[in-house]
């Protein structure tokens, strides 16, 4: 097999992205290509944020090295600017190596910064702190309809409860005029990039994201964020907004009870997910697979030998 610079493995949450990761790096080892993971999720590189973003299982990265996980504290904001330049110091310390890189997971935006060519805009904390202050006092909706106004094509592009996104275009667009013109171009960084997506029914997709929360409740997420709340999640910009921290929080504080957090969590991630699908089915170079194929593995794997 020619093996390509980089392998990312992309799709929606919970469509089995880390799992097949892991048996892909594995499977590539014993073949004589040595492989590791690079995270490419924003929440991923939490320390002690483990239930509720469904991180590997120890014994999972114990198997594979994985890198970008738990590298900040929740008190630190993680950025696309930190993500890419993680992310691409990781691929290149790989290369060096020469030990196959398979990028994993994130938004859409997320792994396009790490994957395509992407300058990412400047910022200002003054801005951004004020844009910030805005977003606690009148919510994520209406500054979403503020932009909306601004840069149609940005506000399409982020979904109306995402503030920390809608802060960071709002922001661009007041430094620059566009946060639109941002966007990746669809150019590869490192080009031979070979792109692998997971995909299932809308059906398929809702029970999985269930299954997913009601196993994070069952897990104890909610004693996991009252014991990050010690460790300053809430100071966290990033790491606070998370789906089912947030919700979470909310229980904590008394705004929600426990059901409705586990309703708005199901509900969130759904949207989030159907949103995710739909961004990489606009990407003509993802060649896409069956999430539930019990041959998943060797399916792969024969489509990277035929290339």
């Not at 982020?158 to 920390?164: F, M, S, T, V, Y």
């Not at 080009?191 to 997506?197: C, D, H, N, S």
Request: charged share 25%; glycine share 6%.
């Amino acid at each position: 097999m020619v093996v390509p610079p980089v392998i990312a493995v992309l799709g929606p949450t919970a469509s089995g992205k880390s799992a097949l990761a892991v048996a892909l790096a594995e499977r590539m080892a014993a073949g004589g290509t040595p492989a590791e993971i690079v995270n490419a999720d924003s929440m991923l590189v939490y320390r002690g944020m483990d239930i509720g973003t469904a991180k590997p299982h120890p014994t999972e990265l114990a198997r594979v090295r994985h890198h970008l996980v738990d590298v900040l504290e929740v008190t630190r904001t993680s950025s696309i600017a930190l993500i890419q330049q993680m992310a691409r110091s990781a691929i290149e310390d790989c290369a060096a190596r020469r030990v196959l890189p398979l990028v994993v997971g994130g938004s859409a935006l997320y792994s396009r910064a790490v994957l395509d060519e992407l300058e990412i805009p400047p910022t200002d904390p003054a801005v951004r702190s004020r844009l910030e202050a805005e977003l606690d006092d009148v919510g994520a909706e209406q500054l979403h309809r503020r932009l909306a106004r601004l840069d149609p094509a940005a506000a399409a592009a982020i979904l109306p409860g995402n503030g920390r996104r809608i802060v960071r275009a709002l922001e661009v667009v007041e430094l620059t005029g566009s946060f639109s013109a941002t966007l990746p171009d669809g150019r590869f960084h490192y080009p031979g990039t070979v792109e692998i997506g997971l995909t299932l029914s809308r059906e398929d997709l809702d029970a999985r994201i269930q299954q997913r929360v009601d196993q994070m409740w069952s897990e104890g997420l909610v004693a996991e964020v009252r014991g990050l709340v010690e460790a300053g999640l809430r100071q966290g910009r990033t790491a606070s907004r998370a789906l089912g921290y947030r919700q979470v929080l909310d229980l904590l504080d008394g705004r929600i009870d426990e059901d409705r957090a586990r309703t708005d969590t199901v509900v969130r991630t759904r949207r989030f997910a159907r949103k995710q699908l739909m961004w990489y089915r606009r990407d003509p170079r993802i060649h896409w697979f069956d999430a539930l194929d019990p041959d998943l593995v060797d399916r792969v794997l024969e489509w990277l030998e035929s290339r």
